[in-house]
């Protein structure tokens, strides 16, 4: 691959920076160089100039919490249909893979997903099988034995006590996981549990993290009660997803601030449950979706004025559409400039990746352009026709090639 240079954009770096007219040198795949002002150089052999004039530059979105296999795309079978083959899981899962790269989506950390689907798709996007993005993946996610084992079944690792906990984090890193996950609190979509209460015991969640951390690998928590939130906290684990109890008890924001431990607020997965598809759910639950939807909003504002790192995570469908959470996370409060960082460094950040959701040098370049400014419209990171470029290493993917 040669080089590249990206002239004559607006660039928003990814931590809050802006450059107004910005030259970007790319090498090997990585950010070489961030220069102000407009290309001087010329195209040639081995180097391409693609003038961006107009456009937005910015690094590809990262998204903290998705999971990649638990949404359909065919309508369920009619009667006396072909029976399906589950082999088609491997080609919707490929579709999805393919819809967030051409959304500029490129890098996303998977945080439950059936049986070893994510893992599967990590190694056929490695392998260059089918376009998608990084995937980060945890495996099977650790729970104590509990009613959403029954419902949510290969997705999850019952274990109970710490020695069980502790082997069951191994056998997700054995297995290829790239962090471990576990349910500190019950789940919301489970008529039978319930959020409030924290669900593995602290002892529990302390073996987990101590032996993640050893290995040199991060915790992320399923938490919504305040209990189990407190519990994860403080046990230090590194990311809360959902978190939105914690407007309730402000100091325990705080102390993700000074831990640098980072809220995943997934306000998509509330507005889901209470008015997107409240058919699918059962009505106990969608009231109560209702309610945690406030408190998730609520949470947002608390967590910013704390100071926590917030990052991106959908937690919901379809894939592709990942900027919606950005979108509320403004509507709920943030700058859009916020929305951004949390949809690119923060959740980078999330993940314990360096040089990925920021345009600077030695950075790997994946990076959307952008036709418009995403800072008084953010709505254009959901338009297929306003996102001109996607590079993934420096290639163009997922859109028409640079002109040459
Ligand atoms: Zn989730």
Known sequence: ????????????????????????????????????????????????????????LMPALVDAHVHLSSYPTLPPPLRGEEPRTPALRYFELANFARDLVS????????????????LHLRQAVRHGLC????????????????????????????????YEVRKAAREQLAAGADFVKVMATGARSVVLETPETAQLTRGEVRAVVDEAHRLGHRVAAHAEGLEGSRV?????????????????????????????????????????????????????????????????????????????????????????????????????????MEGIVAATSGSAAALGLQGVGVVEPGAAADLLVLDGDPLSEPAILLDASRIRLVFQGGAAVGAAPPPR
């Open 1 to 56: 691959m040669g080089d590249l240079v990206l002239s004559n954009a607006r660039l928003l770096d990814g931590r809050g920076g802006t450059l107004e007219r910005a030259t970007v040198h790319v090498s090997a795949g990585r950010v070489a160089e961030v220069l102000p002002g407009t290309a001087a150089k010329k195209g040639g052999p081995g180097l391409e100039v693609v003038d961006l004039s107009g456009g937005t």
């Open 103 to 118: 959304m500029g989506v490129l890098t996303v950390r998977d945080v439950g997903s059936e049986g070893d689907h994510a």
């Open 131 to 162: 376009p998608g993005p990084r995937i980060l993946t945890c495996a099977r996610i650790v729970s104590a034995t509990s009613p959403g084992c029954r419902i949510f079944g290969t997705m999850y690792r019952p274990a109970d006590g710490p």
């Open 232 to 336: 994860a906290i403080e046990e230090g684990v590194d990311t809360i997803e959902h978190g939105l109890s914690l407007h309730r008890e402000p100091a325990l924001l705080e102390k993700m601030a000074e831990n640098d431990q980072t809220l995943v607020p997934t306000l998509s997965t509330f507005h889901d449950v209470s008015e997107d598809h409240p058919e699918k759910y059962p009505c106990a639950l969608v009231e109560q979706a209702h309610r945690q939807r406030e408190e998730a909003y609520n949470t947002l504002v608390a967590a910013r004025t704390a100071g926590v790192r917030i990052a991106m995570g959908f937690d919901s469908y379809p894939l592709g559409q990942n900027a919606r959470e950005l979108i509320r996370m403004v509507d709920g409060g943030l700058a859009p």
